[in-house]
Every structure is written in structure tokens, then in C-alpha cells.
């Protein structure tokens, strides 16, 4: 069962807890919808529950009031709950110089989006998955990242293949893999 949260004008949050056996919560799992694209809601599901004022502009809807705003939000049709959603972070070690940045705008067809700070989103279908990446800045000349969301209609094997091409992408442009999160 997932959890909607309208933050503002301009922010879905969905959340899940994840239960073990005893059920008992072990986790939350979320993404949040803004600026027009699904991203990890890791650290803002943290401010949520620690910031009063943050949490005074939340407000609880259910799945048809989350719709509508995702509609309004220019995002169509909300995904089906049956899809797999989960957001991953690659994170890499370095700095881009001019020609690598514009080396995996090319490769990955990803147009200049005017943000520094993520130059970049892209999206791809296989197999009846859809996956979605940004390119983000991290700090500048110390790390960059790839936030990957795959909404899968079976089991996530499709999702390592993309995961091994976007960093094997970034790593021919001399940044290094430090790790692979998945936030959802």
C-alpha cells in the first residue's frame, strides 16, 4: 500500500513502508515527483519527519487526489501501483570536463536542461520497462551521480544491464564508480 503526499504546489511524495516478517517496519520506500521527473525522496522523507515547518506544508491524499496533481504536475497518467517503481544512484568519484559532459549528452541523447547542477535527463524503453536517468552534479570537482528510476512490469532483471551500460558510460569519461544505492 503506498502513501501520497502533496508537498506544496509542486512536489508529489509516495512512500511505502517495507515490513519484515514479524511485520514490523524495516524502512520506507519513496520517490517524489518535482520539476517534472521521478527522484530518489530519501533525503526528504527525512526532513519530513524531522522539520515541523516542512511538515506543515505536507498534506495527506489519497490515490486519486495524487492523480490530479500529477496530471496538473504535466505528468499524465499516475503509474499503476502493480509497477515495480525503483530509483537508484550511481555515484562516481570526479569531475566532468566539457568534452565528457557533452561525450554522454551525446551517447545517452540527453539534452542540455540549463541546471548546472544536472545538466541532463534521458529515458529509454526495453522490454516493456521504462527507465529514466538524470546526470547530477554532486559538488563541483569532487562527484557527480546518475539517479536511475525503472518502472518494471515483472521481475527487475532488466535493471542491471542498464545500470552496468550508464556507469561503464560515465566511467569512459574518467569517472569512478564509488557505489550503487537503491533509495525505492
Known sequence: MLDYYLIGAS???????VLDSDHVAV?????????GQWLSSAVLSVHVRG?????SRVVTVDRPQA?????????GDLPDEATQRRVYRVLFAGDLDADGLAALRYRWRMPPSGDPR?????????????????????SSGVAWCVDLTACLTGDAAGVRPVLLELTAAARGQGLIPVTIERFV
Open 11 to 17: 512536489t508529489i511524495l509516495v512512500e511505502e513502508f
Open 27 to 35: 524502512a520506507i520506500n519513496g520517490t517524489q515527483w518535482t520539476d
Open 51 to 55: 522539520d515541523a515547518h516542512l511538515r
Open 67 to 75: 492523480q490530479a496533481a500529477y496530471r496538473r504536475l504535466g505528468g
Open 118 to 138: 544536472v545538466p541532463g535527463a534521458a529515458r529509454m524503453s526495453r522490454a516493456g520497462d521504462d527507465f529514466t536517468w538524470q546526470l547530477r552534479r554532486i
